[in-house]
């Protein structure tokens, strides 16, 4: 079952890709596979953390970023190509994700993907990881968690792999990067700071969001590695609609919401778990940046200096 679910999502993610250039819908999609609408938005949801209309979406936006950078097309012949029926309605849209107008993001020349393909496992999915299965990540796991970092770039705009291979390398070194595996696919990764308490980098592969593997991290670092700490990251400010979810799950698992920031030009907000051995803790008034200019993680967290990065970090 887990193994044709996995098949028919993949087709859709496959008609969608052959179909950037055309406004797309639920409807579209589901007639095209000769599949349930219903059961088809209920899949694809569950499967890539998105649903169909929002990874449309997201996918269309960024092959339109990436014909303002590298094409000399009109905003209007670049809106009609990615499915809109006008300008304005592209550049509303546009401006809600990319936080800038068509027009400001070519002349910044600096183009980075909303949402990249998601290839997906079509192996059976472990339902029994604990946190005992969060090793320390070691220079052979560089690649595996670098092909995780761009499935899931959701989570990372402005994301500069150069600077942030440069940082792995340096946290796998130092005994700050986390990861965790299904066979020989990393499918949960972590780069945290014990001096301050944050978690700087957090990415998870989406067919495994739904299984708690957030929390499986948090838990590794509030029981073993940061006992006794607050536990601190960045995510994304509320009503952000670039969010595919993050905020609201590290809501749900315990973060408080804490003060409203501006990251190399892009508006988050801290968020703060309580160390699980205190019942109060005084929250300090400074915070530590993450991650280097241009960056920003999913779910919103950060590598640190010169690290690349947007919003897990991405991940999660």
């Known amino acids: 079952m887990q193994g044709q679910t996995v098949r028919i999502v993949s087709q859709a993610i496959r008609y ?3 179909h950037l250039h055309e406004k797309m819908d639920l409807d579209m999609v589901a007639s095209a596979l000769h599949y349930s609408k219903y059961h088809l938005h209920r899949i694809f949801t569950k499967t890539v953390g998105l649903t169909i209309h929002d990874y449309a979406k997201r996918r269309q936006l960024t092959e339109a970023a990436k014909l303002l950078v ?3 097309k009109p905003i209007i012949e670049i809106a009609l190509m990615s499915g809109y029926e006008s300008q304005q309605a592209f550049t509303d849209i546009f401006k809600a994700m990319y936080k800038t107008s068509p027009a400001e993001f070519r002349e910044t020349e600096n183009f980075y993907p909303l949402q990249l393909e998601i290839y997906l496992k079509e192996e059976l999915v472990k339902m029994d990881l604990t946190k005992d299965n969060i090793k320390f990540a070691t220079p052979e796991d560089a690649d595996d968690w670098m092909e995780l970092v761009s499935l ?13 291979t440069t940082n792995l390398h340096q946290y796998i070194a130092d005994k700050k990067a986390l990861i965790l595996r299904d066979d020989d696919m990393a499918i949960g990764v972590m780069g945290f700071s014990p001096d301050t308490g944050s978690i700087d980098f957090l990415a998870v592969h989406p067919q495994y969001r739904h299984l708690g593997i957030t929390k499986l991290f948090l838990d590794k670092l509030a029981d073993e590695l940061l006992y006794g700490k607050e536990i601190t990251l960045t995510t994304y400010r509320a009503g952000d609609k670039a969010d595919t979810g993050w905020r609201e799950e590290y809501r749900r698992l315990g973060f408080a919401e804490r003060e409203l920031l501006v990251e190399y030009g892009y508006p988050t907000q801290r968020f703060v778990l309580p160390p699980k051995n205190k019942e109060e ?12 200019k241009g960056e920003i993680p999913q779910g919103y967290t950060s590598m640190p200096e010169n690290t690349g990065r947007k919003g897990e970090t991405r991940n999660d």
């Not at 899931?152 to 942030?164: A, E, R, S, V, W």
Request: aromatic fraction near 20%.
């Open 16 to 18: 969608i890709e052959e």
């Open 152 to 164: 899931t770039i959701d989570g990372y705009p402005c994301l500069d792999k150069g600077d942030y």
């Open 281 to 292: 803790t005084p929250f300090g008034d400074t915070f530590m940046p993450f991650g280097n």
């Open 70 to 72: 590298f094409s000399a």
